[in-house]
């Protein structure tokens, strides 16, 4: 069992930055493949980056390649997401999840952990 506790969101202006954290519990969490997503109002959850447990990592291709860094400290049980050059349409709710067995990274069935979310807010 893995519990994810994420923090770092708020509000923002455009083209501001912000850095995510997500920490586990556990002592396995180097194993564990590591994904963000968020979800906008009234739309589905969305794929915006994972680090899977053997390294390199995955982006979402179109929103924010480029913008966005995942990286993973596993002494601490912390993965992150930082955020720069944000634009309005990244406001959202942002959820770390977690997964053992891998898989497509970008598939929200991949996880079983997921923490409760974090507000993003990106203000014009």
């Known amino acids: 069992q893995v519990q994810l506790v994420e923090s770092g969101g708020g509000l923002v202006q455009v083209g501001g930055s912000l850095r995510l954290s997500c920490a586990a519990s556990g002592r396995t969490f180097s194993r564990y493949g590591m994904g963000w997503f968020r979800q906008a109002p009234g739309e589905d959850r969305q794929f915006v980056a994972a680090?899977?447990?053997?390294?390199?990592?995955?982006y979402s291709t179109d929103s924010v390649k480029g913008r966005f860094t995942i990286s993973r400290d596993n002494a601490k049980n912390t993965v992150y997401l930082q955020m720069n050059s944000l634009k309005p349409e990244d406001t959202a709710v942002y959820y770390c999840?977690?997964?053992?067995?891998?898989?497509?990274?970008?598939?929200?069935?991949?996880?079983?952990?997921w923490g409760q979310g974090t507000q993003v807010t990106v203000s014009s």
């Open positions: 999840a977690a997964t053992e067995r891998g898989g497509l990274y970008s598939r929200i069935s991949t996880y079983a952990y």
């Open positions: 680090i899977p447990w053997s390294g390199g990592t995955i």
